[in-house]
């Protein structure tokens, strides 16, 4: 049985009443993944339905300055830490489960180390409830064994919203850009997702060929900007390597 808009919007719920509890705790911390779609697309929701898209835990991204708030701040909201990853990843990763609903809080703390780390300095204060557009549209792209969960939350996101220079209620093009021109992996990993978006567009039966021409062009804009953008010595140096050397990491799988 797919989940329904209910069960998504207490998702919703639970993730609003978390920031906004670490809100009044001067706690900087916003919503990551799925969870942006939701709380970002209101007109083109119906698709992420349609697409049967899943939730399953609440990812959440806040700061190093906060690590000793963290624990007995989600005590108090009903959460309990799993005590194995607090001990070996307490610095950079928590996670807290809730019994009574069963659901789980992933945290990252600083930076979001995946195929490719995405730095987070400076950026929280940029959007509010969750991480900016851009942020997750790297979130999502940086993936290199992309699935098709991600595929669906890209789309509706730029299904929703116009690629452009800044943060606010725009997928800020400017930013992906200059992120990746340091680093070719990333460069790489991104970029070839963008495409990858592109030729599943046509399979993807819930659009409309009108959604499909507006996400192919929001795609065409975001490369166009990516490659414009002046790359580093260190870029160029690695992108003579290519893909003959291994360019991204591993992903953790942190098992409680």
Known sequence: MSMSSQDKNEFADEALRMVSAARDKDITM??????????????????????KRELTDIDVMTY????????????????????????????????YYNKSNGRGIDVFIDKLPMCHTIPFAGRLEKDYPTITLADFILEKMQIVQLNEKDIKDT??????HEVGEVDQDT????????TLSDDWGFYYTVTTN????????????????????DVAAKTERLLDYIDRVPKTMKWKMRAK????????????????
């Open 155 to 160: 789309v509706v996101i730029l299904r929703e």
């Open 30 to 51: 916003r919503i990551m993944g799925a969870l942006v779609v939701l709380l970002h697309c209101e007109k083109y929701l119906h698709l992420h339905d349609a697409m």
């Open 194 to 213: 963008l495409g990858r978006i592109k030729t599943t567009l046509p399979t993807m039966k819930v659009l409309s060929e009108e959604d499909r021409a």
């Open 64 to 95: 190093r300055k906060h690590c000793e708030q963290l624990e007995p701040f989600f005590v108090s909201l009903g959460y309990a830490p799993d005590e194995h990853i607090l001990a070996y990843f307490g610095d950079r990763r928590h996670k």
């Open 171 to 178: 997928v800020n093009a400017k930013h992906i850009a200059q």
């Open 241 to 256: 390597v290519g893909t003959k050397k291994k360019w991204y990491a591993d992903v953790e799988e942190l098992v409680r």
